[in-house]
């Protein structure tokens, strides 16, 4: 997170564009053999190892997707120069920007008979930014392209950012060879949290004078344990230019809960089946902010934004745009004392198969469904996966999605005694 809304119109116009296709967030190195976090996401899969200890980067983890900005779409037959209106025509009428990023603090397993224990403390991070096709229409067309009261600039945007603390407690329990069912009770606390529930934002311009006006539907919500005096809409960078190392680690106030569960049955050598849940649950933030606006036909005392032709060489002050947005379009009004409130995680469905002619050769297909905000985004992951002489591993996959796109990706681990190294990626392309 750096700058609330810099980075919202930053993401939007221009990092997006260093995402090719698409990214899956972290199947991979679950599909690596020998790899003790085969049951990151599902703690019923079956875990080889009678104890580890992973500290600190043992796991880290970093993703983006997006639903619909393409590089390709980005530029014109000069590849050195952005072209907007290619862009913003290839968009779709609403956009998701996905990141997502996880890193072990601690991660302790051990194993008792048939029960494997595992805790594992984690920071994440994870922000979903959503804007209108109109929204980037604005910057490439101008307002004069959206002229009279049938024809107004839908200039949305919206923002889920979430960073908060993960202490996962899993038991694992083999019944019999073949069946193996986990479940990991989760306590959630949160960090910050910045949550745009509402814009329904309207910029109109008259056809005869130009006048520039809007309709404004806007509702925010924020909660936050970083240091820094938020009181105004604008504020809210605040609270991350203010982050120190220490706020990652405090522990204890904006409760939630999470769980997952699942279940692997092993039916011989060669064919294997796995069923789970992954992040069903919420965390309640506390001491919250609240700024509801609500007015319409709002006269924009100057102009929203000033000359964007040098977007092309990057050099255009973002900050002055974000400004004019926050004071113009949303005004830039004392936030309020509001009442508590949840989010939700994203949380996941997963139903895996594969079979194993030999160590070496290992084919994988997971069926995944994405549960965000009350809609339901299928993907599908096909993958290969062996390994050789006992030390090293390797996997390659292939995963569809129309939430998270089509992306390929492939992994390798290195195993050696009480030592395992692995790099994955999920977009090569990328």
């Not at 037959?77 to 290839?90: E, G, M, Q, R, Y």
């Not at 479940?183 to 949550?195: E, F, H, T, Y």
């Not at 820094?228 to 990652?248: C, L, Q, R, W, Y």
């Not at 830039?332 to 996941?348: C, Q």
Request: charged letters at 15%; hydrophobic letters at 45%; glycine letters at 8%.
């Amino acid at each position: 997170m750096k700058k609330f809304y810099k980075f919202l119109i930053v993401i939007a116009l221009v990092c997006s564009s260093l995402v090719s296709k698409a990214q899956n967030d972290g199947i991979g190195f679950t599909l690596l053999p020998q790899m003790p976090y085969a049951n990151f996401y599902n703690p019923g899969i079956r875990v080889q190892y009678n104890g580890m200890v992973g500290v600190a980067f043992s796991n880290f983890n970093v993703a983006m997707f997006n639903s619909s900005v393409r590089y390709n779409n980005l530029y014109g037959k000069d590849k050195s120069v952005i072209d907007l209106t290619k862009f913003a025509n290839s968009l779709d009428e609403n956009n998701i920007i996905n990141t997502n990023f996880s890193m072990d603090v601690l991660n302790v397993g051990f194993r008792v008979d048939k029960l494997f224990f595992n805790i594992d403390w984690r920071v994440r991070m994870v922000g979903e930014f959503s804007f209108s096709k109109d929204f980037v229409g604005f910057f490439a067309f101008g307002n004069a392209h959206f002229l009279g009261i049938g024809q107004p600039c839908n200039f949305n945007l919206g923002a889920d950012i979430s960073l908060f603390h993960e202490l996962g407690v899993s038991a694992q329990y083999e019944i019999n060879d073949h069946l193996t069912v986990g479940i990991r009770p989760k306590i959630l606390s949160g960090i910050a949290n910045a949550v745009v529930e509402n814009n329904n934002t309207k910029i109109f311009t008259d056809a005869n004078t130009f006048a520039i006006s809007a309709d404004v539907d806007l509702k925010i919500r924020m909660a936050s344990l970083l240091e820094g005096n938020v009181e105004k809409i604008g504020d809210v960078t605040k609270m991350v230019d203010s982050m120190a190392a220490a706020d990652f680690f405090k522990f204890g106030e904006n409760l939630g809960f999470g769980i997952d569960f699942g279940a692997e049955y092993v039916i011989n050598e060669h064919f294997g089946v796995a069923a789970g849940v992954y992040d069903l649950g919420y965390v309640k933030w506390t001491d919250a902010k609240v700024k509801t606006v609500n007015k319409s036909n709002y006269m924009l005392n100057d102009a929203v934004f000033n000359d964007i032709t040098d977007l092309n060489t990057l050099s255009i002050d973002y900050k002055s745009m974000v400004d004019n947005v926050i004071n113009e379009v949303w005004g830039n009004s004392l936030l309020d004392k509001g009442a508590d409130y949840k989010t939700y995680l994203k949380t996941r469905l997963m139903l895996q198969g594969y079979y194993e002619l030999n160590p070496m050769v290992r084919a994988t297909a997971i069926a995944q469904m994405y549960l965000v905000k009350g809609k339901a985004h299928p993907a599908l992951t096909l993958a290969y996966s062996g390994c050789f002489w006992n030390h090293l591993n390797l996997e390659l996959n292939c995963t569809m999605s129309k939430y998270t796109g089509t992306a390929m990706g492939a992994g390798i681990g290195v195993h050696f005694g009480a030592f395992n190294f692995y790099a994955v990626t999920d977009n090569i392309l990328c």
